[in-house]
């Protein structure tokens, strides 16, 4: 025995072997160990099923409204619920208006150029949080009074308390399944067109694939909507008057100041930074492209569209990536102006009862999980632009 | 130096970072089992730590210069007061609402007096301890003058400020549903942002705890012109007092105590100017008792608080460098406009709830 322990120890392979089972036990005991302590010692999570104990009506959608009898779970999940709605349409927004911009920067006429350089200089180089009071505190308090129903009436209002929009309303609680079904026909209409494209390039006869998707789309949709009863309707914004004479919009959907101070400014501050990235990605494009494209004949638009950005858009998606994943992160500075994101839902919490390093744990959870969610949607839209 | 010695080597650090590991682990756990008593850090390291309000006028303000004002600064003194004999050995923390809790909890302050609600979930959950109440606060609604409105109950479809993570949040949601009212909100993250909502009339009302809405009205009418009043109900109850943590008794009865001993001080008419006379005199058992000597030649009574940690005569000290409970009152919330008579906070003699358990 006493042999075979000593042969273990004195051949290089088995000692190395030994020394990592004794290391490696040893580390996963010592990391056990302080989850054990962290876990049992602070992170009692018993807080989570109590009351939220206060009504936060901030959200653009009635069903993201906390209530007051809400478990506190459920309000913190709203919350990120509130910070995706917001980052998904400045997210959307700042993408439109960054390549407006970028391109704008590289157009030929002066006029426009300058333009842009003034815009992108001017909100790239303020704080996100100045531009976010700025709007909550200056320029909607400057807005006129509800009482003064300016906007087109019956339609849309604007006031200091917010914009008032026509909106959607459910008819009935199943409602949702025409959102599914417009998803599921969405996905069969781009199986379809690709089949019909891959059909063309085939046999080379036009096998008209976008007018095929376009008609099982709208098709599927004005179909399901009649079968299931007209689940949505319209419904248009108001100003009523209660018994003791305060205003407020009735009917439609009131974006209050918060929501629209955090789209704006999140909008403006990121529209920024990806116009630059859309104009060094252009640039990039080698100038050879354009001028083999224009010897072949293409306009300008043909030679904007179908050579330039498409190669653009390569060197373009990583560096959005990043700007999308920063957007999403910043978006927690709304929670100074008033709007019910994450952070805002979960410092209320903390303050009642004072679970600060459980509640903000979720937090990281949230903007961990978004940001991979964001990475991965990025990086499959990378695989599929670059060269294969 | 070859492969083996290389492994040994590693080896050795792995099993010496183990060992501290362990040894840290358990010194930790020795940490968390004998409970500190704070009474015997403070008197060791030489000063108290209070963490008090930064910026609410004849509460708590932190001036640049250093010096602090207020209420609860006031009471803050008691205590160093009590335990030194000397009302300076006190270094003032800002405590914000968010953090307030999480300072008392990993001991950066010794004691919290920052208008502080005692409700019952801060006290069972965050293992906190209250003190009695200093000031007996309560949720309010204020309104413009013009708006014709005479009782909160007509507040139905309005649209009200509050400051954000206050618990007046949950007064106003629990008031309007009892009622049957519906309204709107606009939370802020500071009074400024909600001064200029409200008169730029984005909302209709201003709730905040009473205490804070008088001096706000006042600001209203001397800074703007603008007439606003103060609805007559009450929505919640709003004790505010001082708070220490939990399992330390020690502690938490000298901090208990020097409040009482100032509530009974005014009851007995024992104020900053004639606390020495009274010392030397006592006029009745009870101040005798309250300034720790002798009553008609007796020998002191020995109360027992702080256990000898803290001489006996401790409220002389705190009387004379702080004075009583009406002292302080006067000096700091009457002076920012919140009335004394009539209200809460009014002796129990006249009809309020200031009221001290005997110190005998």
Not at chain 1, 346 to 353: D, F, G, K, T
Not at chain 2, 106 to 112: P, R
Not at chain 2, 257 to 264: E, R, S, T
Request: charged letters at 15%; one cysteine or more.
């Amino acid at each position: 025995m006493k042999e075979y322990l000593l042969d273990v120890w004195n051949h290089s392979n088995s000692r190395a072997r030994v020394v990592n089972i004794v290391v490696g036990v040893a580390a996963a005991l010592i990391a056990l160990y302080l989850v054990y302590s962290i876990f049992s010692n602070l992170f009692d999570f018993r807080f989570i099923t109590g009351p939220y104990g206060s009504p936060d009506r901030s959200s653009i959608f009635s069903a993201l409204e906390v209530e007051a009898s809400d478990p506190r779970w459920l309000g913190m999940l709203k919350g990120a619920g509130n910070t995706i709605s917001v980052v998904v349409f400045a997210i959307a927004l700042s993408s439109f208006l960054g390549l407006a911009v970028g391109v704008a920067r590289l157009a030929n006429n002066p006029i426009l150029t300058r333009l842009g350089k003034v815009y992108v200089e001017t909100f790239r180089n303020l704080p996100l949080l100045l531009i976010m009071f700025f709007f909550a505190f200056g320029v909607f308090r400057a807005l006129p009074q509800i009482q003064s129903r300016t906007g087109i009436d019956g339609f849309f209002y604007v006031s200091n308390r917010g914009l008032a929009i026509p909106w959607l309303e459910p008819t009935h609680s199943m409602w949702w399944i025409w959102p599914l079904v417009l998803v599921a026909a969405a996905v069969v209409a781009v199986a379809v067109r690709r089949r019909k494209d891959r059909q063309e390039e085939e046999t080379g006869q036009s096998m008209r694939g976008n007018t095929w998707a376009a008609g099982i789309f709208l098709g599927a949709a004005v179909v399901s909507f009649l079968a299931l009863l007209l689940p949505l309707r319209l419904t248009l914004p108001d100003v009523a008057q209660s018994e003791s004479g305060f205003f407020t919009y009735a009917g439609g959907n009131q974006l209050g100041l918060g929501y629209i101070s955090a789209l704006v400014s999140l909008t403006l501050y990121f529209s920024a930074f990806i116009a630059e990235i859309v104009r060094g990605s252009i640039q990039a494009v080698p100038h050879g492209q354009v001028e083999a494209a224009s010897s072949l004949g293409f306009t300008v638009y043909q030679r904007f569209t179908l050579i330039v950005l498409p190669q653009a858009l390569r060197i373009m998606i990583p560096a959005l990536n990043n700007e999308y994943q920063n957007a999403n992160k910043d978006s927690t500075l709304a929670h100074v102006i008033a709007y019910g994101e994450i952070v805002l839902i979960s410092n209320r919490i903390v303050n009642n009862a004072g679970n600060l390093l459980q509640t903000y744990l979720f937090i990281f959870l949230v903007f961990i999980i978004t940001n991979l969610i964001i990475s991965t949607i990025m990086n499959t839209i990378n695989r599929n632009v670059q060269l294969k | 130096m070859n492969r083996h010695g290389r492994l040994v080597s590693l080896f050795a650090v792995m099993a010496a970072l183990l060992v501290v590991f362990v040894v840290a682990a358990c010194e930790s756990d020795d940490g968390e089992d004998a409970r500190e008593n704070t009474l015997d850090v403070i008197i060791e390291r030489g000063n108290l730590i209070c963490g008090v309000k930064a910026d609410t006028p004849g509460f708590g303000v932190l001036n640049p210069d250093g010096s602090a004002e207020g209420n609860d600064v006031d009471y803050c003194r008691a205590l160093a007061a009590a335990v030194f004999g000397d009302a300076s050995k006190v270094e003032f923390k800002e405590a914000t609402s968010a953090n307030r809790f999480e300072l008392l909890a990993a001991k950066e302050i010794d004691v919290l007096i920052r208008t502080t609600t005692w409700t019952a979930s801060r006290d069972a959950d965050l293992e906190v301890a209250y003190a009695p109440t200093t000031f007996y606060d309560g949720a309010g609604i204020m309104v413009h003058a013009g708006s014709g409105v005479g009782s909160v109950n007509e507040l139905g479809g309005s649209t009200i400020c509050i400051l954000d993570g206050t618990s007046t949040q949950g007064a106003v949601s629990d008031y309007f549903a009892e009622n049957g009212l519906t309204y709107s909100e606009l939370t802020l993250q500071d009074n400024a942002a909600i001064r200029g909502a409200f008169i730029g009339g984005q909302c209709d009302a201003w709730s905040s705890d009473k205490s804070q809405l008088g001096g706000h009205q006042f600001t209203l009418k001397s800074d703007d012109g603008i007439d606003a009043v103060v609805l007559p109900e009450t929505l919640s109850k709003e004790p505010l007092g001082p708070s220490v943590r939990d399992y330390d008794s020690e502690w938490e009865d000298v901090v208990r105590w020097v409040v009482n001993g100032m509530i009974i001080a005014e009851e007995q008419g024992v104020t900053s100017a004639n606390v020495s006379a009274m010392a030397a005199n006592p006029p009745n058992n009870t101040v005798a008792r309250l300034l720790g000597v002798g009553f008609d030649g007796g020998a002191p009574s020995n109360l027992g608080i702080g256990h000898g940690k803290i001489p006996g005569t401790f409220m002389q000290s705190v009387i004379s460098q702080v004075g009583n409970y009406g002292e302080a009152y006067d000096a700091t919330l009457e002076a920012v406009g919140l009335t004394r008579a009539g209200s809460l906070n009014d002796s129990y003699v006249n009809g309020g709830l200031i009221y001290s358990p005997p110190m005998r």
